[in-house]
């Protein structure tokens, strides 16, 4: 396969994957027990599988696009973009430690060692911006009720740090299972490039 056939291919696939994120972006729900506000989606799916198969900055390209159509198509009547930049951040923070250990360790354990990584480093960083940048941020642009920093510290502590916790697990373990069934395809893959 040339260069620019390879290009044009790889450009084509993290459109598709960019596309099928944001569909999976919108399938969300929220998860019993935990604030509403706070919904589940397996957006993060296709930018593992980009990232896998393209590298890191094809994954960061399908957060970034699908993030830029759920603002365009459903975002832009708030104004600020607080839950896109929000829900980017988390991704990358997600995506790109699987990317970075799996090229590493390039294999099963790898990937698996990378998405424990990731769910971790997602639930820790993400809970630490919650408390200093985005839980303010909403009270600031939207109007969101202002809340004392225990309640800060609950809403962290019950809420956001398990939901991501829980996301990061049912993503890894989704993941998994595409992975077990893309594997073939993705070795091809990288033959037909070093070829």
Request: charge should be positive.
């Amino acid at each position: 396969m040339n260069k620019s056939s390879q290009k044009t291919r790889q450009t084509v696939t993290v459109a598709v994957l960019s596309s099928i994120a944001y569909l999976l972006m919108m399938l969300n729900f929220p998860l019993p027990g935990l604030p509403p506000f706070l919904k589940i989606d397996f957006s993060e799916v296709p930018a593992l599988i980009a990232a896998i198969v393209f590298g890191p900055l094809a994954g960061v390209t399908v957060e970034a696009i699908k993030n830029i159509l759920h603002y365009i198509i459903e975002g832009a009547m708030t104004g600020v973009p607080i839950d896109q930049a929000a829900n980017f951040i988390a991704g990358l923070l997600f995506v790109l430690p699987v990317s970075y250990l799996y090229k590493k360790i390039n294999s099963t354990k790898g990937l698996t060692f990378g998405l424990f990584v990731g769910t971790i480093t997602m639930t820790f960083v993400m809970s630490v911006l919650n408390y200093f940048l985005i839980l303010p941020a909403y009270t600031f642009f939207l109007n969101a009720p202002a809340m004392t920093t225990e309640e800060v510290k609950g809403m962290i502590v019950l809420g956001i740090m398990p939901f991501n916790l829980i996301k990061g697990i049912t993503v890894a373990l989704l993941f998994m299972l595409i992975f077990a069934k893309l594997k073939p395809w993705i070795i091809n893959y990288s033959k037909s490039i070093a070829a």
